[in-house]
């Protein structure tokens, strides 16, 4: 191979490497608002399910999510389980951006709170889909089926993919560079 060969592939390669580029969605966003539960009146610690989620707006956002201001929940019609949720598709929108729930677990909860954690897919605003941690805390005052809610959204990190990437691709020119000399 001649060196304009060997120049002319690893043009090519990295031409390709922009092409195949994952972009992920970054940042951070809180929501909160007023949450119906199909607890009796004896509290929030015994619902099993959210039958209803009225947003007051999204505040914090971060990176991508800077400047999000409203969000809208889109509970199915059995109610949101908390204790060990399936796939919601669609169940929050917010600016550009939606998000798929995709399980749930009730971790904590008392007659005047719950907690719920778990795992969704947020999609949307060219980027690519990205995983990340949702946590879920409703409070009230008193004992009743309503309370005020925050739900907390915080990415998941890559789990080195991006490092992994980068290593092949120095470890690539490395190789090319030592054949072009020899």
Same mark, same amino acid.
């Given at each position: ?6 120049? !002319? @592939?690893?043009?090519?390669?990295? #031409? ?29 610690? +015994? #619902?099993? /399910? ?23 929940? !889109? ?10 949720? *399936? ?5 929050? /929108?917010?600016? !550009?951006?939606?998000?798929? =729930?995709? !399980? ?8 005047? +709170?719950?907690?719920?954690?778990? =795992?969704?897919? @947020? ?8 995983? +990340? ?11 009743? *089926? /309503? ?6 959204? *915080? ?9 992994? =990437? ?9 190789? =090319? ?6």
């Amino acid at each position: 191979m001649n060196k304009t060969t060997i120049l !002319s @592939v690893c043009v090519a390669l990295a #031409a390709a490497a922009g092409v195949v580029k994952a972009t992920p969605i970054t940042g951070n966003l809180d929501i909160a608002g007023i949450a119906t539960f199909n607890a009796a009146p004896i509290g929030l610690g +015994y #619902a099993t /399910t959210v039958d209803s989620l009225t947003a007051f707006g999204a505040f914090g956002g971060t990176q991508d999510f800077a400047g999000i201001s409203s969000a809208s929940f !889109s509970v199915p019609g059995g109610g949101w389980n908390l204790v060990g949720s *399936t796939a919601i598709p669609g169940f929050v /929108t917010f600016g !550009s951006f939606s998000l798929e =729930l995709l !399980s749930s677990t009730e971790s904590a909860g008392t007659t005047l +709170y719950v907690n719920d954690a778990g =795992l969704a897919i @947020v999609t949307g605003g060219g980027y690519d889909p990205t995983a +990340y941690q949702f946590s879920f805390t409703a409070t009230e005052p008193s004992p009743s *089926t /309503t309370g005020s809610f925050t739900f907390n959204l *915080t990415s998941v990190p890559d789990g080195g993919t991006t490092i992994a =990437l980068l290593g092949g691709a120095l470890t690539a020119v490395g190789l =090319l560079r030592r054949k072009m000399l020899a």
